[in-house]
């Protein structure tokens, strides 16, 4: 989705030992311009060691008190993380689950969502935000993204709407909020759910607003590269409404009431014990972790300023942004892309396909031009390293990598 981020088109390095001087929040950056300081300390697109070698400790500790609890399944640390998230939230309630994809899967099939129905889902985003639409057997219906944010064109989404409509999908990618004031009032007046797409956006202000809670309920990843991942797979659904939360919690187990009472058909979609235990430790850190990864952002937004075609992420009015992802535009984004690889400075892609672009999707029926927006920006992004520990070496290194891609050329 904006979902359960994974298998992105990244380039990456081999692993290696990081200064211990490379492990604190960046300061202000100071250009040292000429310098190829990325060619002897190359650097990666995210850095889960330095994030998590401080916190071994702890997940040792939690993981030997599960060995003797023996509670691996629906485990006390399930319910402890559901509370403190919640609580994190300003929300009534969260139910954990296996994964971003099932928080998805589970608000529409407890909707009643299915086969004839359709739910509006953006254009750009990752392919789960649709799979989960088609795991219920709806029918995603696309909408082109803003040129500006890349999140849903909010203007555009009630045009898409039909007799068949039962939702919109938005997603909060990248890191910040979609324009949720507009969606919900389209919502309200055309009597549809609104479920958020929150994958990428843990610890979000829209409005004052934590996101997953600004519409019927919100989905959550905490697949390992988000700002708040687990070990492994993880995810939440977000709500205020009780009834809701317990048919959540019965669709997350087989369906199950009660032990060996199942009341319908439900799924094993349960977040593993082990696993909310870890997040319940990392979570405190969350807040602290955005903030660095904002004053990375800053950063680069002042190095990148006017060098070649360069186009830096806009901010959405409203929203905070934690910088999930860094995501620039430009025209030379596979040459520049390899570049920066010969300089050991790792990039990816997100996403170097459209939905409807996808042959999975392809019976939907749209063609090339229909999503014009999306369609440029998939083969113009190019998203550049940015985690916590980043240090003002490597963010640096890819200031004057991008600069001196451009010093080189002579067509931008």
Excluded at 54 to 78: C, K, M, N, T, Y
Excluded at 124 to 144: E, Q, R, Y
Aim: charged residues 15%.
């Amino acid at each position: 989705m904006g979902s359960a981020i994974a298998n992105d088109r990244v380039i990456s390095l081999p692993p290696r030992s990081w200064p211990s001087s490379h492990r604190h929040a960046p300061s202000k950056i100071r250009t040292i311009t000429g310098v190829p300081t990325s060619l002897a300390d190359p650097v990666p697109f995210n850095d889960l060691r330095a994030l998590h070698t401080p916190l071994i400790p702890s997940f040792l500790a939690s993981f030997g008190d599960h060995l003797q609890r023996s509670d691996f399944i629906l485990g006390e640390a399930v319910q402890v993380f559901e509370d403190v998230f919640a609580s994190y939230l300003g929300v009534s309630g969260v139910v954990g689950v296996s994964s971003g994809l099932d928080a998805l899967r589970l608000v529409l099939q407890a909707e009643g969502i299915g086969p004839g129905d359709e739910v509006i889902v953006p254009a750009h985003t990752f392919i789960a935000t649709a799979l989960g639409v088609s795991a219920v057997g709806a029918t995603p219906v696309l909408v082109d993204c803003d040129p500006s944010t890349y999140t849903i064109d909010v203007a555009q989404i009630e045009h898409a709407v039909t007799a068949r409509t039962r939702a919109i999908l938005p997603v909060h990618l990248y890191g910040q909020s979609a324009d949720m004031a507009p969606i919900t009032e389209v919502a309200t007046r055309l009597g549809l759910a609104v479920f958020e797409d929150a994958a990428q956006s843990h610890g979000v202000l829209y409005r004052g607003a934590q996101t997953g809670t600004l519409g019927t309920a919100g989905c959550f990843s905490f697949y390992p590269g988000k700002n708040l991942g687990a070990l492994g797979d993880g995810g939440a659904i977000s709500s205020d409404d009780p009834v809701r939360l317990a048919h959540y919690r019965r669709l997350r187990d087989y369906g199950q009431a009660a032990k060996y009472d199942h009341v319908e058909l439900g799924l094993n979609a349960r977040l593993d014990t082990v696993q909310a235990s870890f997040l319940a430790i990392k979570l405190p850190h969350l807040d602290r972790w955005n903030a660095c990864r904002a004053a990375v952002a800053t950063q680069y937004d002042e190095g990148l300023a006017g060098i070649g075609d360069i186009v830096v992420p806009a901010r959405q009015v409203g929203s905070t942004h934690v910088f999930h992802l860094y995501v620039v535009q430009t025209a030379h984004r596979d040459a520049l892309q390899a570049f920066l690889a010969a300089r050991q400075i790792a990039t990816g892609i997100h996403y170097p396909k459209a939905i409807h672009q996808h042959p999975a999707y392809g019976h939907l029926g749209y063609t090339q031009g229909t999503f014009p927006v999306a369609e440029r920006l998939v083969s113009r992004c190019l998203t550049l390293p940015v985690f916590p520990d980043m240090s003002e070496m490597q963010v640096t290194a890819v200031i004057e990598g991008v600069r001196a891609f451009f010093d080189g050329r002579h067509d931008h």
